[in-house]
């Protein structure tokens, strides 16, 4: 395809586009193809929902700050076929937020092309085997959502997905406070408390999204995992020891707090010492 110089296509260049993708595209597709225009250097796609409701949907989790694959098949179905031109929207957005357009070349020398509202440099298409799709770096609260990724091919008929993306927020802060320190903040070897004290830690865990579990462990023991208490911020669970004897000397009790299987867990551990009274 050339350019004018103006950045636009003519009106026989847009024919040409539209009926090469109206041949290529496949007979399933052809409403579809007829959509894809080319405007001021970049590829927009109108693209009707009906049908993609019904394409194979991934969710994906990644962590803020982080990157990710957001997976798209772009594998061709024999020797003699390839893709085309690959698309990927976000949410209910009517043009691509990426695109790579293969057409002439391939999918590495290709003209790709970034939203720079919306991705900047952040994007950029792999196609290695086994590791297809778009990537996405330095992960931002709005990059959460529903992607769609559309491949056209030479031959075989258009294919299309919906990646799923959530973006997590780890915790940020644990802490662990005792009832018979007045609340005050405690860690590591606390007391000694008198034998038969009643005890109660409890766990505190600021942000994260979604929500932590906090969790009591005590070895490899669980003994609580429900949070008492739970707003936007906070996430608390209370751990009763009740009548403290000598078989809790020195048991070391650990909170724990993750949203996620990415990044490693917060975690606050307490020991408890206790003292006796002289024996006879």
């Known amino acids: 395809m050339m350019w004018n110089r103006s950045g636009t296509t003519s009106n026989l260049q847009l024919f040409l586009l539209l009926l090469f993708l109206l041949l ?39 962590v803020i700050g982080q990157s990710v694959l957001l997976p798209c098949d772009v594998t061709a179905s024999g020797v003699s076929d390839a893709p085309m031109l690959v698309l990927f929207f976000y949410a209910n957005k009517g043009t691509p937020i990426f695109s790579v357009d293969a057409r002439g070349s391939s999918m590495y020398s290709g003209e790709h092309w970034s939203d720079p509202d919306q991705l900047g440099t952040r994007g950029s298409v792999k196609v290695r085997s086994g590791h297809q799709g778009l990537y996405l770096t330095k992960l931002v609260p709005e990059d959460a ?24 927020t780890p ?22 408390y008198p034998e038969g004290a009643d005890l109660t830690l409890s766990c505190q865990v600021t942000g994260g999204t979604p929500p932590p579990s906090v969790i009591w462990w005590q070895g490899g023991s669980l003994l609580d995992s429900v949070s008492e208490i739970q707003t936007e911020q906070v996430t608390r669970n209370s751990l009763r020891l009740p009548r403290l004897t000598r078989d809790d000397l020195l048991k070391k009790f650990t909170c724990v707090a993750s949203n996620n299987n990415i990044t490693t867990p917060l975690s606050s551990a307490i020991t408890i010492d206790i003292a006796f009274p002289p024996t006879s």
Do not use: M
């Open 171 to 192: 915790p940020r802060h644990i802490l662990v406070t005792s009832s018979w320190d007045g609340g005050r903040i405690v860690s590591g070897v606390i007391g000694p």
């Open 24 to 62: 290529f595209s496949g007979s399933n597709n052809i409403r579809t193809a007829a959509a894809v225009v080319i405007h001021h250097n970049k590829i927009t796609a109108p693209i009707a929902a009906r049908g993609l409701e019904n394409s194979p949907l991934t969710t994906v989790q990644a």
């Open 145 to 168: 959502g529903q992607y769609r990724c559309r491949v056209d091919f030479k031959t075989s008929p258009t294919k299309n997905f919906r990646i799923n993306l959530q973006i997590i």
